[in-house]
């Protein structure tokens, strides 16, 4: 029986896997959320895990109240997650959490030699140097989450890496589709947060809007696969149902495709290299009769462009882009700043903060931080 972990238990991944977990008998040891106790302590008793840990340390008397008639071990904080990244016997570790604040913990199960089945996007986007590194040394193989990842991953299955040309990799578009800036101005974040395709968390939901989601996985992408930027061509693609496509030396493009539901990544992710049933309904291309193409609008979705700027100065800079996202869509989501401001505030810290080189953890901390605080400061001044 396969034993994991899941960090970020009680988000729209996390929940999609223990539904996985549940069809398959995987065993989960540990589970982690933010904030959510009551559905924290719901899904640990369900799944009679060994440690539930609230990042939020004045959450956790209450889930030792709501787990009192258990043997549950309760954890907290940053401690907490290191403590479920760092234990022994664990088949693969989930990281499900949203945001930067999943990099240490990836960092200390990779230190632990246990795999990653990898949401958390921005972990390889602040940290990629570090974590593919630490990967290597440790031989913890990395499992990507991320549809479009996970997509790369099954159409590099049985070929060369050697012999990829490029990748294709695909993007809904967004909400806002064919918009211009002028049109984007009223935005609100109901508007934003209407995803055509998926049903996400509020971050990944803006993210996407913006198109910073696509700069975030060409990042991801580049790190996973030991990409350059020129190998990779972002194609609109508005049904999502080619989740991505690898093109090799002799022009033969094979592209992975389903219809959109996260459990089908996450499910392989978890069980590779197994394909089993899973929950979810099979893809009639009937049904959809026609699939389109298109380029992205780089000029509108100022964040994308940010993005690839940012991976081609290399260092600091993507965890720079990416903090400073983090802290613009949080401040969207508060109504506090307008939709266009988000990707003005990304463009902004880039041009604004200095590279600096990666050695180890503190220096990408360090430029998140930064970031953070250069946002801050200049929504101040608007
Ligand atoms: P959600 O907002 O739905 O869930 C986030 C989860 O992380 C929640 O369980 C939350 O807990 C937990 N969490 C947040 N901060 C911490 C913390 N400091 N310590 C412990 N747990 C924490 O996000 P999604 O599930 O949508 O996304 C998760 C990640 O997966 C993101 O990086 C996203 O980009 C990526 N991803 C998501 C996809 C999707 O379809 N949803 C698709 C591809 C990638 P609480 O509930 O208590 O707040
Ligand atoms: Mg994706």
């Known amino acids: 029986m396969k034993v994991i972990t899941i960090l970020g238990s009680t988000g729209s991944i996390g929940t999609q896997a223990l539904e996985v977990a549940k069809k398959h008998n995987i065993k989960i040891k540990a589970l982690a959320a933010h904030s959510n106790v009551e559905l924290l302590a719901e899904q640990a008793k369900e799944f009679n895990v060994e440690?539930?840990?609230?990042?939020?340390?004045?959450?956790?008397?209450?889930?030792?109240?709501?787990?009192?008639?258990?043997?549950?071990k309760v954890l907290t904080g940053m401690e907490g997650l290191k403590f479920i990244a760092a234990l022994d016997n664990v088949d693969c570790m989930l990281n499900s959490v949203v945001g930067m604040v999943g990099l240490t913990p990836t960092l200390t199960a990779i230190e632990h030699e246990?795999?990653?089945?990898?949401?958390?996007?921005?972990?390889?986007?602040?940290?990629?140097?570090?974590?593919t590194k630490s990967a290597k040394e440790h031989g913890v193989n990395i499992y990507p989450v991320d549809s479009e990842h996970s997509a790369i991953f099954q159409c590099m299955q049985g070929n060369k890496k050697s012999q990829v040309r490029k990748i294709i990799l695909t993007a809904s578009g967004g909400p806002f589709y064919g918009k211009t800036k002028e049109d984007l101005k009223s935005v609100t974040v109901k508007d934003a947060l209407n995803h055509p395709n998926?049903?996400?968390?509020?971050?990944?939901?803006?993210?996407?809007?913006?198109?910073?989601?696509?700069?975030?996985?060409?990042?991801?992408?580049?790190?996973?696969?030991?990409?350059?930027?020129?190998?990779?061509?972002?194609?609109?693609?508005?049904?999502s149902v080619v989740h991505s496509a690898v093109e090799y030396n002799d022009c033969s493009?094979?592209?992975?495709?389903?219809?959109?539901?996260?459990?089908?990544?996450?499910?392989?992710?978890?069980?590779?290299?197994?394909?089993?049933?899973?929950?979810?309904?099979?893809?009639?291309l009937t049904d959809y009769g026609k699939l389109s193409f298109a380029k992205p609008d780089y000029q509108t979705f100022d964040c994308l462009t940010a993005c690839i700027k940012a991976i081609t100065l290399g260092g600091t800079m993507p965890a720079v882009v990416n903090g400073a996202n983090e802290e613009a869509v949080a401040e969207f989501l508060k109504g506090n700043i307008s939709f266009l401001q988000i990707g003005e505030l990304v463009t902004s810290a880039l041009e604004n903060i200095k590279k600096e080189e990666i050695t180890c953890l503190e220096d990408v901390l360090n430029a998140d931080n930064k970031a953070r605080m250069f946002v801050i400061e200049k929504i101040k001044t608007l």
């Open 114 to 131: 246990t795999d990653i089945a990898l949401a958390n996007k921005e972990t390889l986007v602040a940290g990629g140097e570090l974590v």
């Open 51 to 72: 440690y539930a840990c609230i990042y939020i340390e004045e959450k956790a008397n209450k889930l030792r109240q709501l787990l009192s008639d258990t043997d549950i």
């Open 198 to 239: 998926w049903s996400m968390g509020n971050k990944i939901t803006i993210d996407s809007s913006t198109l910073m989601n696509k700069g975030l996985e060409f990042i991801e992408a580049m790190w996973l696969f030991d990409l350059k930027p020129e190998q990779i061509e972002i194609v609109v693609h508005r049904e």
């Open 253 to 284: 493009v094979i592209a992975q495709m389903g219809v959109p539901d996260m459990k089908i990544p996450i499910q392989y992710a978890l069980l590779y290299p197994d394909r089993m049933e899973c929950p979810t309904k099979p893809l009639s």
